[in-house]
Each structure stands twice: as structure tokens, then as C-alpha cells.
Nanobody, 122 residues
């Protein structure tokens, strides 16, 4: 079992920065084997992938945030971060942490945090 808790959201002006954190708890071995990511969902829109990081540290980003956001993970602390720079109003959304256990043979689950609101003022 894995639990995810996001934090770090807030209100910022365009051009500002925020760092989101996702603290994972539960099976340490499972957590460290999972690919993890950040998704976001704006009102009336579908949840979309923002950034992802594999257990080995390989990353990928949505084109809309590439060059501005950086995802990282600290396996020792079971925490995933999303550094968000040069924020624009279009980044406004609820951001969710995800842990993908579907590729973990002994798990197979997909986990979500409760979400944290990011609002970028124009």
C-alpha cells in the first residue's frame, strides 16, 4: 500500500516559482520501484500529465512545461518534487502526484494524492 500527500501549492504572480512536494509512505521497496509523476487538472478539463520520473531517474515532460519545470525524486526520503519556474496563468490547476505501480509485478496499483492548488495570477 502506498499513500501520497502533496504540498507546496499556492498563489503566485506570472513569472514566479513554486516547488511542489509529494511525500510517499507505505512500502519502501514498492515506492522506490515505481515511476512517479505530476498531473494537473484545470476546471472543466481532463487531468493531464505534466512530468514523470522513473525509478532510475529518467524524466519526461509535457511540451507546455518543458524548460520551465523540473521533476526530481529523493529515494532516501521517498519524496518527489516539481520545481515550477516562469509560471504562466495557463499553469493554474490542481496538481496531483501519481505513483505508478502497474509495472511493479507485486503491486499493480495506480496511486494518487489529494491534490494541491496552484494559481498563477495574470
Amino acid at each position: 500500500q502506498v499513500q501520497l500527500v502533496e504540498s507546496g501549492g499556492g498563489l503566485v504572480q506570472a513569472g514566479g516559482s513554486l516547488r511542489l512536494s509529494c511525500a510517499a509512505s507505505g512500502s519502501i521497496f514498492t515506492i522506490r520501484t515505481m515511476a512517479m509523476g505530476w498531473y494537473r487538472q484545470a476546471p472543466g478539463k481532463r487531468r493531464e500529465l505534466v512530468a514523470a520520473i522513473t525509478s532510475g531517474g529518467s524524466t519526461n515532460y509535457a511540451d507546455s512545461v518543458k524548460g520551465r519545470f523540473t521533476i526530481s525524486r529523493d529515494n532516501a526520503k521517498n519524496t518527489v518534487f516539481l520545481q515550477m519556474n516562469s509560471l504562466i496563468p495557463e499553469d493554474t490547476a490542481v496538481y496531483y502526484c501519481n505513483a505508478d505501480g502497474t509495472k511493479v509485478p507485486w503491486n499493480g496499483y495506480n496511486y494518487w494524492g489529494q491534490g494541491t492548488q496552484v494559481t498563477v495570477a495574470s
